[in-house]
DNA sequence: TTGCTCCTCACGTCACGTGAGGTGGC
DNA sequence: TTGCTCCTCACGTCACGTGAGGTGGC
């Protein structure tokens, strides 16, 4: 017979483990003293003991382990089980490689450029969007030429889905592409309702895209360095740039663009 | 201003982690109506936000999250941390990366040996032990050819320790060694003794190792089939044999062996 | 008497998820 | 009136670790 601590020892596992397992009709001594309430185990009893360590390390939760062990799962659930276990794992070892990737591209900003990394670049999916828009050309991709471009077009637009009837739904987007004339600009607003050529406007369905997005705050003239850090997150974390960035006004109100929040979305890919 | 249910669908978070984000002190509104309580931001906070959740992601706790977005980590300490957060996730992948083996080992055994594996395999290190042993030669490994050798060095160890007044500790152990004569059988048991000539026996230190244990009850007629589960078990996942293996005897009183309990251990490497 | 082992509660962990029960504006 | 959003508690999660407070044999 073992004493609960004999069996801890020759287990590797702790005195309260064993009680736990107890409690959990995992492992029930042999024989427990009526008067003192001490456990007593036979030798036999570290071969199960055993069992709910092998299965415990597999990464099982208590109470699987109690199923299997008292043949509450055939053979077919049990490998349903570790099929299941092994998807989990190598879910959760991808995840953690991703994670250690970015810990090592912050740690890599610190130690050789000398940078604080910027802490605000988060990945999310976002969803495809239909939106009401117009367009219009601009010489470059500086703020100087874009914003007297795109800021008449916002009033406009609303004024158009006003007298359509079209309810705005969420903050208005800007999005840009290059051709040869210059950049397109194209000023857009959700909306729910199906085109129609008798729209003076565009209806666009924007597609979902995974996207690396950081939240810009003050004026239109310094976009630009933000949308700079943003890509030098991307390089760091060995991601690249898929498909067309997107500004999402958040807080836009009032003459002064220096109070405005925007919010930047730039597609990716894994390399 | 957004509304909490504004904040959670640009941020892609739950309302509840921005209750929690403000109990905790990590996020707090930028106004709170005195008469209902509903919590209200600022488009800007929603930066605070993805800071939070970029920490977060890193693998840091709520608390280190706070620390380092109200300035009370410097440079350095941040360092000290991601480098800290690296190696665990470094040593996380690596002990999943076993795990998942593990399960595939057993996946390989239903699926194409048809086998429900044997699950009472456990890893552990054993420490180093100092013995008192007797030996002999015996002819084989076969189980009838080592115990008439062995079953009387007990008894006859147990005198000779008696008779020099030492204290015997944990169960017996036998291990065994191949040379030119046969099978170099060891009675041992563990003591607290230095070595002397005046001894009738040896004292030795058998080494810390790294090894596969199984439990084997019954008799020790039958116990080659349960080091053979250990050596398939060891083969299947991947290890080595490395240096000499023990049989601890958890459990033997009695003529009547088929009662007995004992402990096969296998010292490992990773191949 | 001191140390050691054993016992039974019962709180704490970590970041929320999930009701329960209720309010306020369209 | 129904739906939707918001609110505040407060329990549950998972496998124990860690006291607190006490007992029994060397």
Chains 1, 2 share one sequence.
């Not at 005195?15 to 042999?30: E, F």
């Not at 250690?100 to 990394?117: C, D, F, K, N, Q």
């Not at 003239?221 to 006004?249: F, H, K, M, P, V």
Request: aromatic fraction near 6%; include cysteine.
């Amino acid at each position: 017979m073992f004493t609960i601590g004999d069996l801890a020892r020759h287990g590797r596992v702790s005195v309260r483990m064993l009680r736990h397992y107890d409690a959990l009709g995992l492992l029930q001594p042999a024989h427990v003293d009526p008067s003192t309430g001490h456990r007593h185990y036979e030798a036999h009893q570290l071969s199960r003991l055993n069992r709910v360590i092998a299965l415990k390390d597999l990464g099982f939760t208590l109470q699987q382990v109690g199923e299997v062990l008292d043949d509450k799962v055939d053979v077919e659930e049990l490998r349903g089980m570790l099929r299941l276990r092994r998807a989990e794992l190598a879910e959760r070892i991808a995840s953690d490689t991703a994670r250690l990737s970015r810990v090592e591209a912050r740690l890599h900003m610190i130690e050789s450029e000398g940078l604080v990394p910027t802490d605000d670049v988060v990945l999310k999916s976002v969803p495809a969007v239909r939106v009401a828009e117009l367009t219009a050309t601009a010489a470059s991709f500086e703020p100087q030429d874009i914003s007297p471009v795109i800021q008449p077009l916002y009033p406009d637009l609303c004024a158009r889905l006003k007298r359509a009837g079209v309810q705005i739904a969420d903050p208005s987007i800007a999005y840009y592409e290059q051709n040869a004339d210059g950049i397109v600009v194209h000023a857009a607003m959700p909306v729910n309702v199906e085109s129609s050529p008798e729209h003076d406007f565009e209806v666009v369905d924007l597609p979902a895209q995974d996207t690396a997005t950081i939240v810009h705050r003050g004026c239109m003239s310094e976009i630009g360095n933000t949308w700079q850090s943003l890509a030098r997150w991307i390089d760091a974390n060995g991601y690249r740039s898929a498909g067309l960035a997107r500004e999402l006004y958040l807080y836009c109100e009032g003459q002064d663009d220096s109070t405005w929040v925007t919010e930047l979305q730039e597609p990716i890919t894994t390399v």
